[in-house]
């Protein structure tokens, strides 16, 4: 579908999510003939910039972040020429009219407000954008996260964005859902009739959702440090991933089919009560190791590091959903800094045969692998025959690489969800009752932590985390995929 002409208007639009990830994504859509002719980005900033200071902060800072392959001067040039600057101080409402200067007032035009700002920014911005009458029904804004740290502050985004856009004009962005990989997590369930039937408690024994990344948080400790794993990753991309494994077949492929499926998973996830988080969550945290051979500190000793924060890194937890469909099947999801490799997957473990007709043989149960990245792809554990005489059977791979298999260029998961904003496709995008439903399973974990006192349990960095987390699994008879 075309994108009818749009001014985009960057709040934060000199800041760090803007250099890194939108302009280059906004470009490699207008290298590819996406962006309609007249179409402007509007970028704001705090400070006075002529527009022509404004564009070489772009070329120091955000060229370098489009790949060099890439890099064509003619596209780059009409690239820039989109660009616009003004200085606007979201709390100051009189400096609006530099915004509104900036903007074309074509009739119906579409206007999409991208808030790349901390969300404490939010109201103001969006009380200013409405005063200055630069709202109108065909704006859309864009919410970047954290949204929210506990159910009150994201039910106070919800209703002081509420205010000034219907829940039709916001967009709030969880990048993990632009990936290409989740949307084939979509198209391998919903696209084949193989899966579905045994896609329940009945065939399948539990779930593992891994975010890894060898990553640590140099540079970022004052954001990460009031944050900490569970806000920062499992409130928001792993639960995303937990909704469209364990989902129902939504009626359609509509934001709201999808997102009620959603929601409903999230309604449904046990309650953990004092007794049952215990043995059900692990709070991590790094200390020194090595990660591929390079030695690296502990994360109270990492630039500007708090040496007594109690701060997770890592957290790992068992999740139950009480439904039919999954009752008594255990989702276990982890995710953490400093760990021994950067990977996203979903493990799906299959029950063993109901009765087996080849005595003395191992059985490894079937296993399906999603691999979301590195390398995208699905690898499928059968047992087979080994040639030769007699009957023994072993395990054998099947094995899809998405990017042998399809060689045509990917998409960035901001470039796709961009493109979904300026087409108004609200599918990829959290609705208000799903983020707060999610706040509300997290909540009791936060508040737990902050009455336990305690630290959280150390792990070396470059390892597959705590051993309390191989405990917690293990008490189940199981093994992380990683250390099986
Ligand atoms: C962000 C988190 O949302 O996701 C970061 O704030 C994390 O801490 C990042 O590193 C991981 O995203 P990706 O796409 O690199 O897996």
Sequence with gaps: MAISDFDLVLFGGTGDLSMRK????????????????????????????????????????????VPAANLDKAVWERFCNRLQYASVNAKDGASFVHLKEALRDTEGLARVFYLATPPSLFASICEN???GGLVTPASRVVLEKPLGRDLASARDINAQVGRYFQESQIFRIDHYLGKEAVQNLLALRFGNVLFEPLWRREWISDVQITIAEELGVGGRFDYYDTSGALR??????LLQLLCIVAMEPPVSNSADAVRDEKLKVLRSLKRFTPTTLAMNVVRGQYRAGHVNGVAVPGYRKEADANPDSRTETYVAVKAEIDTWRWAGVPFYLRTGKRMADSLAEIVVRFKSVPHSIFAHQNDTPNCLVIRLQPDEGLHMNLMAKQPGDGMRLRPVELELDFR????????????????????GHLTLFMRSDELEAAWEWVEPILNHWDQQEADPVPYN????????????IGRDGLQWREEA
């Design 232 to 237: 920062d990753m499992l409130q928001n991309h």
């Design 129 to 131: 954008l409405s005063k």
């Design 461 to 472: 960095a470059g390892t597959w985390g705590p051993a309390a987390a191989s405990a917690l």
């Design 404 to 423: 042998e298999k399809f060689k045509t260029p990917r998409m960035d998961a901001y470039e796709r969800l961009l493109l979904d904003v300026l087409r």
């Design 22 to 65: 939108l302009l280059p994504a906004l470009y490699a859509r207008d290298r590819a003939r996406d962006l309609p002719p007249e179409a402007r980005i509007v970028c704001l900033g705090r400070d006075e910039k002529t527009r022509e200071e404004f564009i070489q902060i772009v070329e120091k800072d955000s060229k370098p972040h």
